[in-house]
């Protein structure tokens, strides 16, 4: 496969934000809940986060979403902590996402 130009986090986040403005009034329970089928407290793998990512027609990059999710915990989830954490994430941290 041709390795793209990773997309860079603050970019992938800015996509994020305005996703969940347009399609959740901006309400982070009501897009998780939508991701986790009605169950938000529920952690997401990777295949299951990028499927509905792509479910609920997520313009970004799930896979790259997921990967930025996971430096939270590096469990390999995604939980609504992460989703709320990364959402928070500004500056330099946003950057160092992108060397990760």
């Avoid at 998780?32 to 295949?47: F, P, Q, V």
């Avoid at 469990?75 to 996402?97: F, I, N, P, Y």
Wanted: proline residues 3%; glycine residues 6%.
């Amino acid at each position: 496969s041709c390795s793209k130009e990773t997309k860079p986090a603050a970019q992938e986040l800015a996509e994020l934000k305005d996703f969940i403005k347009q399609q959740y009034d901006g309400d982070l329970q009501v897009f998780y809940t939508a991701l986790s089928d009605g169950e938000w407290r529920l952690a997401l793998g990777r295949r299951r986060f990028v499927t509905v990512m792509k479910k609920v027609s997520y313009p970004g990059d799930p896979d790259r979403l997921f990967s930025m999710l996971d430096l939270f915990s590096k469990d390999g989830k995604a939980t609504m902590t992460e989703v709320d954490a990364l959402l928070q994430t500004k500056g330099a941290r946003l950057s160092r996402m992108d060397n990760d």
